[in-house]
């Protein structure tokens, strides 16, 4: 069984209102046949689901890998093309507004 690590709620601006939608990260798993670790993402809302992966040599890699590139992922997305994707009652036009609504733009150190 998949374990999410990680959920951000999205919401869905569509022709019958606001629906609301998810980003989730699933926990690292090791796996030997490529001596590397994955890490699955995924994109949900009404009409639309995405899940891909991303291998790193380790956990800890791959869960910056899969943060750097999910805000680039939605981006890509017609949707969000569209105007259609939103966090926190705000619609979201720029990858690089995704990274700072998830929190990726603070500088922690």
Same mark, same amino acid.
């Given at each position: 069984? +998949?374990?999410?690590? *990680?959920?951000?709620? $999205?919401? =869905?601006? &569509?022709?019958? &209102?606001? &629906?609301?939608?998810?980003?989730?990260?699933? *926990?690292?798993?090791? +796996?030997?046949? #490529?001596?590397?670790? $994955?890490?699955?993402?995924?994109?949900?809302?009404?009409? !639309?689901?995405?899940?891909?992966?991303?291998?790193?040599? +380790?956990?800890?890699?791959?869960? =910056?890998?899969?943060?750097? %590139? #999910?805000?680039?992922?939605? *981006?890509?997305?017609? +949707? !969000?093309?569209?105007?259609?994707?939103?966090?926190?009652?705000?619609?979201?036009?720029?990858? %690089?507004?995704?990274?700072?609504?998830?929190? $990726?733009?603070?500088?922690?150190?």
């Amino acid at each position: 069984m +998949d374990a999410v690590v *990680a959920e951000r709620t $999205l919401e =869905f601006y &569509g022709d019958d &209102g606001v &629906g609301v939608g998810a980003i989730r990260v699933y *926990a690292p798993v090791k +796996d030997e046949r #490529v001596v590397a670790w $994955l890490c699955q993402f995924e994109f949900v809302w009404p009409g !639309f689901q995405l899940r891909r992966s991303l291998f790193a040599p +380790d956990s800890w890699a791959v869960l =910056f890998a899969v943060n750097a %590139r #999910v805000p680039r992922a939605i *981006a890509e997305t017609e +949707d !969000f093309k569209a105007g259609r994707i939103g966090m926190f009652g705000k619609k979201l036009t720029t990858a %690089r507004q995704v990274e700072k609504m998830l929190g $990726l733009r603070k500088r922690w150190l």
